[in-house]
């Protein structure tokens, strides 16, 4: 039996994660469940799994645990609790947390586990080297669980062959068919109705932005070692073909399974072995499926992000970090969705090229990114906006 830390155990992919782990009880023991702040469904996982550990980031939010918790399990608070959570030792832990606040315990807990099954791209496309190079040293397993990542890295280990080229697909988000010109009135409840996955907050904005899809063509170079021009987009409504190679003799081999991510997570799980992963079916007795090329220029932001990877400098870490502020001042109604793409253009346009050195460059001009991106959006965004209303 596995032992299994689950960082972010109430998100999208946490609660996938247990969705199979609860099928699978004599495989896998739940050791640990990390939260930021979401107690109550954290207090639901806690009396099924029965962890040892917990831990919660946002301290207010602890101490409302702590008074009702089981004495018998061991509580970690506040960020430091979470270095503590991380530094447990598991054979299996699963990285849910979303953002660039992943790269630390995904740091530490690389000394303490035997595999990651790693939901997080954020940490890969700001600091790919220095985690790879980390889980090189102490011998441990990336397995990717997002879903185009592991559908290619299935499709590699199982041909183990030469190709020419590799794709991963894209559904186009909510907003594929919209036009440019409407862009501007586009509402947050218009973004985050995407047409096939359920997935958080950030990452469906993203989609429609095309802003993930430039991430995960990173994850593809950084996991893969392939240069950006073998690795090709595919338009893919349906979600059901995730990856595809094109070998030397021009035949194409693709991963196809449905949209629900514990397929990626089982396969993560049990790899290199295989088991029911639970989902849905994939294949009916009637089906079709659709694949289009890709129009590059009609996503500047995904040109912009790959512009970026391809500097080797600290502006993905930068753009990741404009990114994110970007998209929570339009989560909460203050930018337009267009505002986006204007915000993250001028910082790439206006930020001091410097190479990463160490993990600690990358920390650090996160921050240097969140607080020019706050102050940019709060005098010209806010202006602009003001002087149109």
């Not at 919209?178 to 409840?189: A, R, T």
Request: glycine share 6%.
């Amino acid at each position: 039996m596995k032992k299994v830390l689950v960082f972010g155990s109430t998100g999208s992919i946490g609660r996938s994660s247990l969705d199979v782990i609860r099928k699978a009880r004599a495989d896998f023991k739940v050791l640990g469940l990390c939260v930021n702040r979401d107690i109550k469904n954290l207090k639901k996982q806690i009396e099924e799994f029965s962890p040892s550990y917990v831990c919660v980031v946002d301290s207010g939010c602890a101490d409302k645990l702590a008074a009702s918790l089981d004495k018998r399990i061991k509580l970690f608070r506040g960020e430091s609790g979470l270095q503590e959570f991380s530094s447990l030792n598991s054979d299996i832990s699963i990285m849910g947390i979303s953002g660039i606040s992943c790269l630390r315990p995904l740091l530490i807990n690389l000394e303490h586990t035997a595999r990651i099954a790693l939901a997080n791209k954020e940490a890969i496309v700001g600091a790919g080297s220095f985690v790879f190079m980390k889980a090189k040293k102490f011998g441990v397993e990336i397995i990717p669980v997002d879903s185009e990542i592991n559908a290619l890295f299935q499709l590699v280990n199982a041909i183990k062959d030469d190709f020419l080229k590799v794709y991963i697909t894209a559904s186009g988000g909510p907003l594929l068919n919209c036009k440019k010109k409407d862009l501007k009135d586009v509402g947050v409840k218009e973004v985050l109705l995407h047409p096939t996955w359920k997935m958080g907050r950030r990452i469906t904005v993203d989609s429609a932005t095309f802003v993930n899809k430039a991430f995960e063509v990173i994850e593809v170079n950084r996991f893969f070692r392939i240069p950006y021009e073998r690795i090709g987009v595919l338009i893919h409504k349906e979600s059901a073909i995730h990856a595809l190679v094109e070998l030397k003799d021009n035949n194409i081999f693709a991963c196809f399974y449905p949209p629900d991510m514990k397929m990626p997570i089982s396969f993560a799980l049990y790899y290199p072995l295989r088991s029911n992963s639970l989902a849905e079916k994939g294949v009916r007795q009637n089906f079709s499926l659709s694949l289009e090329p890709f129009n590059y220029k009609k996503h500047p932001l995904f040109e912009m992000v790959l512009d970026a990877a391809r500097k080797d400098d600290n502006s993905l870490a930068i753009l990741n970090a404009s990114d994110e502020v970007a998209i929570n001042y339009f989560l909460a109604g203050k930018i337009k969705f267009t505002h986006i793409r204007k915000v993250m253009e001028y910082i790439f346009t206006h930020y001091p090229s410097q190479g990463l050195k160490k993990v600690e460059d990358v920390f650090y001009w996160d921050t240097w990114a969140r607080k020019k991106t706050e102050e940019y959006i709060e005098k010209e965004v806010h202006s602009v906006l003001r002087t149109n209303n």
